[in-house]
């Protein structure tokens, strides 16, 4: 079977498991006696077993056999949750991760078995997990010993009397009674799978009256390499010892015939009448039932998810980007049939223009949710990696999250991850302090850090902070200084976020020394250069011995906009609106010259002013204007005003990338294409501010 065809639902189901797996550890570490997290643990590295081995990911499927192994260790109160075992499954799972990822980059899990992770396993069980043989502590361990006592061929297994009426009636219509005995390949993979073969093989000549261990615990793969069954047949041994020895990985039949009374010494007596048909028959026994609780128990929270995953539907992202490009298509054109001069607009051309105009936003607005993407897809990643963190630094650091939640445009989301690791890695490293000097400054010896989103207007906020030592502002001027970045007269005249601002240049930092986590400089300029990329802006509110907080402000998408259409010389311009905070009429006698920059005075408040025709190499139409029009845009709490010749009007615009070859090009963040047909490049207000 090809099995390409299901290697991208493969990748993204397994992603999900995984990410589900992270968070029930977090849990599970907090809280060790929660039998609910355990199980569903265990049925994640079930399913992920189950899904590798079908793929043929032999080395992913045994590692997560061998977690199962543990955990069911666990569940069955073989042995207890302790941190090493704690950090020993966090390892599987990053060897997991690194698995799927091989597999995404080479359609491969790889060369490495992890061969240490899988000896630590089976340690675990062997120096943990011993009980009392006549004592037998879960199903697990009796079914292993049932198998391992029943593995000489004269021992049969325990018969009730119901099973033996059975025998008796089906050897009185003169068909055969056998116990079947299969021994499976110690490297098989998928055993229930190979059990369940053996199982379709035998009802098709026989009925199955007894199974042990039980059917349940086979399906769950609760049992060793071998399992035993009962059944009756007209057929002969030789037909079943030929089909059962034709499956692979099945290494041994054994096939004893049972008698009318052979297994009377071990019948054991029950009130049950002989009358019910083999397959209606429970083949569940006494043991099963404790395992059946917790099993249910475990399927609770996968049933719950099922119902409501049900109504989704996988999409290709590609695909909802060809949606987008039609939407923006069907704007654009929208945009030309409002702008036509020469077509005679009654009042039944208004309507349809603008009942048109109302479907395209309808539309635009829906393929807009279906892009959107919760945050907590990238959230879900970081307590496992403040945890990781903490103890490396010797710390106690708790993660709050809030707002998870909160929707972002889908390329947004991609691209978010790494600005955040930089700056919760930040806090975790520079902003809390170590227990002891946390404690002297009569602060609690667990460190927070915040982490929240929240939608406001047009923008998605995200907030990383924390109750740390905040940003040392001396010591950065310091830095500033002695790297020729300011000289010591400007540095004293800078405010706070001035100095801040240093701290977001290339290859800055403060650290007294390098580690493995900070002192290199990488980090806060590589914040900046992404999230200006996506439209972003990054701010820092700080107060020293309090805490730090760095808030992220996104656009909820980067395909459609609305923005201000200006005219500078005889080109047409577009400002991102959400960007704008005002437009002034000024005269050329208004705007002074401080320190070589050309200001105004708005409000008592000192604006720096930008001649976009200068800027852009625009030919000036009008020379000597006796009025001028600022276009006043905020970029954080700093304004700036852009000079235009005129102003078109407010459009909706669709954003579109400006190619390879003009990738890069200073002040122009993309372009547009206007409703006659004509191109207007749209103003990086980031780099221009």
Same mark, same amino acid.
Request: net charge negative; with cysteine.
């Given at each position: 079977?090809?099995?390409?065809?299901?290697?991208?639902?493969?990748?993204?189901?397994?992603?999900?498991?995984?990410?589900?797996?992270?968070?029930?550890?977090?849990?599970?570490?907090?809280?060790?006696?929660?039998?609910?997290?355990?199980?569903?643990?265990?049925?994640?590295?079930?399913?992920?077993?189950?899904?590798?081995?079908?793929?043929?990911?032999?080395?992913?499927?045994?590692?997560?056999?061998?977690?199962?192994?543990?955990?069911?260790?666990?569940?069955?109160?073989?042995?207890?949750?302790?941190?090493?075992?704690? @950090?020993?499954?966090?390892?599987?799972?990053?060897?997991?991760?690194?698995?799927?990822?091989?597999?995404?980059?080479?359609?491969?899990?790889?060369?490495?078995?992890?061969?240490?992770?899988?000896?630590?396993?089976?340690?675990?069980?062997?120096?943990?997990?011993?009980? @009392?043989?006549?004592?037998?502590?879960?199903?697990?361990?009796?079914?292993?010993?049932?198998?391992?006592?029943?593995?000489?061929?004269?021992?049969?297994?325990?018969?009730?009397?119901?099973?033996?009426?059975?025998?008796?009636?089906?050897?009185?219509?003169?068909?055969?009674?056998?116990?079947?005995?299969?021994?499976?390949?110690?490297?098989?993979?998928?055993?229930?799978?190979?059990?369940?073969?053996?199982?379709?093989?035998?009802?098709?000549?026989?009925?199955?009256?007894?199974?042990?261990?039980?059917?349940?615990?086979?399906?769950?793969?609760?049992?060793?390499?071998?399992?035993?069954?009962?059944?009756?047949?007209?057929?002969?041994?030789?037909?079943?010892?030929?089909?059962?020895?034709?499956?692979?990985?099945?290494?041994?039949?054994?096939?004893?015939?049972?008698?009318?009374?052979?297994?009377?010494?071990?019948?054991?007596?029950?009130?049950?009448?002989?009358?019910?048909?083999?397959?209606?028959?429970?083949?569940?026994?006494?043991?099963?039932?404790?395992?059946?609780?917790?099993?249910?128990?475990?399927?609770?929270?996968?049933?719950?998810?099922?119902?409501?995953?049900?109504?989704?539907?996988?999409?290709?992202?590609?695909?909802?980007?060809?949606?987008?490009?039609?939407?923006?298509?069907?704007?654009?054109?929208?945009?030309?049939?409002?702008?036509? @001069?020469?077509?005679?607009?009654?009042?039944?051309?208004?309507?349809?223009?603008?009942?048109?105009?109302?479907?395209?936003?309808?539309?635009?607005?829906?393929?807009?949710?279906?892009?959107?993407?919760?945050?907590?897809?990238?959230?879900?990643?970081?307590?496992?990696?403040?945890?990781?963190?903490?103890?490396?630094?010797?710390?106690?650091?708790?993660?709050?999250?809030?707002?998870?939640?909160?929707?972002?445009?889908?390329?947004?989301?991609?691209?978010?991850?790494?600005?955040?690791?930089?700056?919760?890695?930040?806090?975790?490293?520079?902003?809390?302090?170590?227990?002891?000097?946390?404690?002297?400054?009569?602060?609690?010896?667990?460190?927070?850090?915040?982490?929240?989103?929240?939608?406001?207007?047009?923008?998605?906020?995200?907030?990383?902070?924390?109750?740390?030592?905040?940003?040392?502002?001396?010591?950065?001027?310091?830095?500033?200084?002695?790297?020729?970045?300011?000289?010591?007269?400007?540095?004293?005249?800078?405010?706070?976020? @001035?100095?801040?601002?240093?701290?977001?240049?290339?290859?800055?930092?403060?650290?007294?020394?390098?580690?493995?986590?900070?002192?290199?400089?990488?980090?806060?300029?590589?914040?900046?250069?992404?999230?200006?990329?996506?439209?972003?802006?990054?701010?820092?509110?700080?107060?020293?011995?309090?805490?730090?907080?760095?808030?992220?402000?996104?656009?909820?998408?980067?395909?459609?906009?609305?923005?201000?259409?200006?005219?500078?010389?005889?080109?047409?311009?577009?400002?991102?609106?959400?960007?704008?905070?005002?437009?002034?009429?000024?005269?050329?006698?208004?705007?002074?010259?401080?320190?070589?920059?050309?200001?105004?005075?708005?409000?008592?408040?000192?604006?720096?002013?930008?001649?976009?025709?200068?800027?852009?190499?625009?030919?000036?139409?009008?020379?000597?204007?006796?009025?001028?029009?600022?276009?006043?845009?905020?970029?954080?709490?700093?304004?700036?005003?852009?000079?235009?010749?005129?102003?078109?009007?407010?459009?909706?615009?669709?954003?579109?990338?400006?190619?390879?070859?003009?990738?890069?090009?200073?002040?122009?963040?993309?372009?547009?294409?206007?409703?006659?047909?004509?191109?207007?490049?749209?103003?990086?207000?980031?780099?221009?501010?």
């Amino acid at each position: 079977m090809d099995m390409s065809q299901y290697l991208e639902i493969f990748i993204e189901e397994s992603k999900e498991h995984l990410q589900g797996l992270n968070q029930s550890l977090l849990q599970l570490e907090k809280n060790p006696g929660d039998i609910s997290v355990l199980n569903e643990i265990f049925r994640v590295a079930h399913t992920l077993k189950g899904m590798s081995g079908t793929m043929g990911f032999s080395k992913m499927a045994k590692l997560t056999h061998d977690m199962e192994n543990v955990l069911h260790a666990l569940r069955s109160n073989e042995i207890k949750v302790s941190t090493r075992m704690i @950090d020993l499954l966090f390892k599987c799972l990053d060897a997991l991760e690194k698995y799927i990822n091989n597999i995404i980059n080479n359609s491969s899990e790889g060369s490495n078995d992890y061969h240490e992770l899988i000896e630590s396993l089976e340690n675990i069980l062997k120096n943990k997990g011993e009980t @009392d043989d006549s004592k037998p502590t879960s199903t697990f361990s009796a079914s292993k010993n049932i198998l391992q006592s029943a593995s000489d061929k004269d021992e049969l297994l325990s018969i009730n009397q119901y099973e033996q009426n059975i025998i008796n009636k089906a050897r009185d219509m003169g068909h055969n009674a056998f116990q079947i005995r299969i021994k499976l390949n110690k490297g098989c993979v998928l055993k229930s799978a190979r059990a369940f073969i053996v199982f379709q093989t035998l009802e098709k000549h026989s009925e199955i009256i007894k199974s042990q261990p039980s059917v349940q615990d086979i399906e769950d793969e609760r049992f060793e390499f071998e399992f035993a069954v009962v059944v009756v047949s007209k057929e002969t041994s030789d037909l079943f010892r030929k089909e059962l020895n034709s499956i692979a990985e099945v290494d041994e039949v054994i096939i004893t015939e049972l008698g009318s009374n052979t297994a009377s010494a071990s019948v054991k007596d029950t009130a049950q009448s002989g009358d019910a048909k083999p397959q209606e028959l429970d083949l569940r026994t006494d043991d099963s039932s404790e395992n059946e609780k917790k099993d249910t128990e475990a399927n609770a929270t996968a049933s719950a998810k099922k119902a409501k995953t049900g109504k989704t539907v996988r999409v290709d992202i590609d695909r909802l980007d060809v949606l987008m490009n039609l939407v923006s298509e069907l704007i654009i054109i929208k945009t030309r049939l409002e702008g036509l @001069d020469n077509v005679d607009k009654s009042q039944t051309y208004s309507e349809a223009v603008e009942y048109l105009e109302r479907i395209t936003t309808n539309l635009h607005d829906a393929v807009m949710k279906v892009r959107m993407v919760p945050v907590e897809t990238v959230f879900n990643r970081f307590p496992r990696m403040i945890r990781d963190i903490a103890r490396e630094l010797d710390k106690e650091i708790e993660l709050t999250m809030s707002g998870e939640e909160t929707e972002l445009d889908r390329t947004v989301i991609d691209e978010i991850g790494d600005p955040l690791i930089h700056l919760l890695r930040n806090s975790a490293d520079h902003g809390i302090e170590p227990l002891k000097k946390r404690l002297e400054l009569g602060k609690p010896g667990v460190g927070h850090i915040y982490l929240k989103a929240y939608q406001d207007g047009n923008n998605v906020v995200i907030e990383v902070g924390d109750d740390g030592q905040g940003i040392n502002v001396e010591k950065v001027k310091k830095k500033a200084i002695e790297r020729g970045l300011v000289n010591k007269e400007v540095a004293n005249s800078l405010s706070q976020k @001035d100095i801040i601002d240093f701290l977001f240049k290339p290859s800055f930092s403060t650290a007294d020394k390098i580690t493995d986590l900070s002192g290199r400089g990488v980090g806060l300029d590589v914040v900046k250069t992404k999230i200006e990329a996506l439209g972003g802006i990054v701010e820092v509110e700080t107060e020293l011995g309090k805490g730090s907080k760095f808030i992220i402000r996104l656009p909820l998408t980067l395909a459609i906009i609305q923005a201000l259409l200006v005219l500078i010389g005889s080109e047409k311009y577009a400002i991102p609106l959400s960007s704008i905070k005002e437009i002034i009429n000024i005269s050329p006698d208004d705007i002074k010259l401080v320190q070589k920059q050309e200001v105004i005075l708005l409000r008592n408040m000192v604006v720096p002013i930008v001649r976009l025709d200068k800027v852009l190499d625009v030919p000036k139409e009008n020379k000597n204007p006796k009025q001028l029009t600022a276009v006043i845009v905020k970029k954080g709490d700093k304004l700036s005003g852009f000079l235009v010749d005129s102003l078109i009007g407010q459009q909706e615009i669709v954003i579109k990338s400006l190619g390879k070859l003009l990738a890069g090009i200073r002040f122009i963040a993309g372009a547009t294409i206007l409703g006659d047909g004509n191109v207007a490049l749209i103003i990086d207000v980031n780099s221009l501010a």
